[in-house]
């Protein structure tokens, strides 16, 4: 059997899945006071791409200022528990927008958080994956 014919066998729903996986969180346990976890899923190649290019200058390189608000969008994009778009959530925390409640909740976690999110998501850093080949 080839590739495609293996691919063809595989149930359409399979394709659609979005995986999703539990992280625990020191600066939400330490919010509400008890172990808590954050639950992630896999964000959309297009919608990572271009959460990825905000953290840009106009010449493609990374501007390093944006590093962080462009980790709270992935953040905001890939975060479903707790929902931070939730708009009483929002409104109690005072911000506008769920990358600005990441922000305020998750603080340095922001960076760990959106690192795992684009791993669940099928991009991993050119660099571990060329590691992981050699090894």
């Given at each position: 059997m080839n590739l495609v014919e293996r691919l063809l066998a595989v149930d359409k729903g399979e394709f659609d899945k979005i995986e999703t996986k539990k992280l625990k969180s020191k600066q939400?346990?330490?919010?509400?006071?008890?172990?808590?976890?954050?639950?992630?899923?896999a964000v959309?190649?297009?919608?990572?791409?271009?959460?990825?290019?905000?953290?840009?200058?106009?010449?493609?390189?990374?501007?390093y200022g944006r590093a962080f608000s462009t980790n709270a969008k992935i953040a905001a994009a890939g975060i479903i528990e707790p929902d931070l778009k939730n708009e009483?959530?929002?409104?109690?925390?005072?911000?506008?927008?769920?990358?600005?409640?990441?922000?305020?909740?998750?603080?340095?976690?922001?960076?760990?958080?959106s690192t795992e999110i684009a791993k669940l998501s099928g991009f991993e850093n050119e660099e571990t994956t060329d590691k992981t080949v050699k090894n």
């Open positions: 939400l346990s330490k919010i509400v006071g008890e172990d808590a976890e954050v639950t992630i899923q959309d190649g297009d919608l990572f791409g271009g959460l990825s290019a905000s953290g840009l200058d106009e010449e493609g390189e990374v501007d009483q959530l929002l409104k109690h925390l005072g911000v506008a927008t769920p990358a600005d409640a990441a922000k305020k909740i998750f603080k340095g976690e922001i960076n760990r958080i």
